[in-house]
């Protein structure tokens, strides 16, 4: 079974620093899709980032950038000049094609003006 | 916003009773997931439909049944509730082809059980 581990429950970070996200997960599998999801203390569940794992390339989206490492099957979140609107809890995910997708308990960002 | 809607918001009921929850997907998408997550907790997945179809599930317990209509809209019923099924309900929707597998998820709906 595929699982999710997110081994950092909080994390924090200064205003305008840099903070890096953990994530690794288990598969016997070559062809998925990783995610990150940002839930803010609004709960909506917001879709920051995705990397197809054919792809050498990290993904990069604005501030946010991935490090995915397959055959370490590492997969970790950074994001750049942090801003008080990062706090959130952050969410990585993984889906095989359209099969259901697998998430990892969560790591808290807290964002320190 | 996602495109995804979700009602009613907020529900608050008592044990025992029932309660349906709707989910509206994004215009094209035709797979819809319903997620629970319990306060401080992940998301548990419950089940998935495509096109009207189940095409898996997960945790979701017997008191609790789902489907999708013809027009892809999904429904989430919820039966005999406990004090333990309150929790924040998710719907997310995806397209599933064409190397489109992210998911986007609604607001939610609040549910508490008195």
């Known amino acids: 079974a595929q699982t999710v581990t997110q081994s950092q429950p909080e994390m924090s970070v200064q205003e305008a620093e840099t903070v890096t996200l953990s994530c690794t997960y288990d598969?016997?599998?070559?062809?998925?899709?990783l995610f990150w999801y940002k839930q803010p203390p609004s709960r909506q569940m917001i879709l920051v980032i995705r990397?197809?794992?054919?792809?050498?390339q990290n993904a990069t989206e604005n501030r946010f950038s991935v490090n995915f490492q397959k055959a370490a099957k590492s997969f970790s979140l950074k994001i750049s000049d942090s801003q008080l609107g990062d706090a959130a809890m952050y969410f990585c995910a993984y889906r095989r094609g359209n099969n259901d997708m697998r998430f990892g308990a969560g790591t808290r960002l807290t964002v320190k003006p | 916003d996602s495109g995804v809607t979700q009602t009613p918001k907020h529900l608050i009921t008592a044990t025992g009773q029932r309660v349906t929850l709707r989910c509206s997907p994004r215009?094209?998408?035709?797979?819809v997931y319903w997620y629970q997550q319990s306060l401080d907790q992940g998301l548990q997945f419950l089940i998935q439909y495509y096109n009207g179809e189940e095409r898996a599930k997960g945790n979701i317990l017997e008191r609790f049944s789902a489907q999708q209509f013809p027009d892809l809209h999904s429904e989430l019923n919820l039966s005999s509730l406990e004090l333990g099924d309150s929790a924040l309900y998710f719907c997310?929707?995806?397209?599933?082809?064409?190397?489109?597998?992210?998911?986007?998820f609604g607001p939610g709906t609040r549910l508490t059980v008195t």
């Open positions: 598969t016997s599998e070559s062809d998925y899709y």
């Open positions: 997310a929707s995806s397209v599933d082809r064409d190397g489109s597998y992210e998911q986007y």
């Open positions: 990397q197809e794992a054919y792809k050498q």
């Open positions: 215009s094209g998408d035709l797979s």
